[in-house]
């Protein structure tokens, strides 16, 4: 069989966790936390269940779902959203990224990307037909040339995927790099995909700035969710995504028929949840503890920490410690010290020359506290 992704292998996520299975390690490597939802979530599903939720959803998701989210995007990002046209609840943020994805790419259009980026986006754009332009951060703060962006694009360019709060770097856009997207908006003719699933991650007094705050953002952008993400059940693979009428007409006759429609107690469930602020706005500030406590014992390792304004994810340097790739390190450390992390070379086109593992700090103290004796013993 022709392979339609040919030097594709399993990801490095899947790669990393069975090789810290196998080795018994402490797991830091895929991003999902050790911990779970509150019971009252599980409460709620378990109801929903039994009180016969168990057919298919609209295929837009439950209305009271996407009543809720429209509420709240009205509170954190002033946008009024139409409820019935710009809101489809998916299979997880990875469907709605894929789905926005081959609606908006056709064989032959460019898209750009952002080196690191997160896996999921090259492949679907090659799926699509597309071909990757993939424009480099600069190193060590993983800023956005947007001068480098301007020269990139060309009247082949559809689509500018972004990620902020992002994954790996966790780095997250300035008032001037929604400035100079929208001057690119302005200027050229080509669509947004914001993949904003970390947007209750943000440390350090900073703001989660969503393209939804843009009215000329938004008008040509479609914008990812998570569940998993925000509530601790990655496993659940419910998320949405929102954008104008326009974009999500299309993006819904593709959601169709790809899994029609999503988890039904579930996404009752989430609704009833998700009306209270209380399970969400407190996330940016308990990540920030973790991450300042995890930083606080390794205080004594010989890596380097790389800033990390929001994500649960923190990069670290190991120059001073290894001259081996960053893959090569990452299978040391697991197979070696009992640690599983991830290099960061996948999220490259090329392997890169730079040490740099990134560990998931969302983690209970108890593990925390039981890498950090690893790592500092290195
Ligand atoms: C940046 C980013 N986007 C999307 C996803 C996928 O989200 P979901 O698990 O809801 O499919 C992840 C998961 O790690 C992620 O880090």
New binding site residues.
């Given amino acids: 069989m022709r392979s339609k992704l040919p030097k594709s292998n399993t990801t490095i996520f899947a790669t990393m966790s069975d090789l810290a299975k196998r080795c018994n390690a402490i797991n830091l490597s895929q991003?999902f936390p050790n911990y779970s939802s509150q019971p009252k979530l599980f409460d709620l599903v378990n109801r929903y269940m039994h009180e016969g939720f168990n057919q298919y959803a609209p295929l837009n998701g439950v209305e009271t779902l996407r009543q809720v989210i429209a509420q709240k995007i009205g509170k954190l990002y002033q946008r009024k959203i139409d409820i019935d046209k710009e809101i489809c609840i998916t299979a997880?943020?990875?469907?709605a990224?894929y789905t926005a994805i081959q609606m908006m790419v056709h064989p032959g259009d460019e898209v750009i990307i952002f080196d690191p980026a997160?896996d999921?986006y090259a492949p679907a754009v090659k799926m699509a037909g597309g071909k990757i332009v993939r424009i480099p951060t600069h190193y060590p703060n993983f800023d956005i040339d947007w001068d480098r962006v301007n020269d990139a694009i060309n009247s082949k360019t559809q689509l500018i995927i972004i990620?902020s709060p992002n994954?790996p770097t966790g780095k997250t856009l300035s008032p001037d790099d929604i400035l100079a997207l929208e001057l690119i908006v302005k200027q050229n003719d080509l669509f947004i995909l914001s993949?904003e699933?970390?947007e209750h991650m943000v440390f350090d007094g900073r703001k989660h700035h969503s393209i939804l705050s843009s009215s000329i953002l938004y008008n040509r952008s479609i914008v990812t969710f998570?569940f998993?993400?925000t509530f601790h059940n990655?496993g659940w693979?419910v998320?949405y995504a929102v954008g104008p009428d326009y974009l999500m007409s299309e993006f819904k006759k593709l959601h169709q028929f790809i899994v029609f429609s999503v988890n039904t107690p579930v996404q009752y469930a989430l609704a009833d949840y998700l009306l209270e602020e209380k399970h969400y706005n407190h996330l940016s500030e308990d990540y920030q503890t973790k991450r300042d406590q995890f930083l606080d014992l390794l205080q004594d390792t010989r890596f380097r920490f790389l800033p990390t304004n929001g994500t649960y994810f923190q990069l670290l340097d190991y120059a001073e410690i290894s001259n081996l790739s960053d893959m090569e390190f990452a299978i040391e450390l697991t197979q070696k010290h009992g640690i599983a992390t991830i290099p960061l070379s996948p999220f490259y086109e090329k392997p890169t020359e730079q040490k740099l593992i990134r560990v998931c700090f969302a983690k209970t103290p108890d593990v925390l506290i039981a890498a950090a004796e690893k790592l500092c013993k290195i």
């Fill in positions: 991003g997880g943020a990875t469907q990224v997160f999921i990620n994954n993949d699933v970390y998570s998993g993400k990655t693979k998320g």
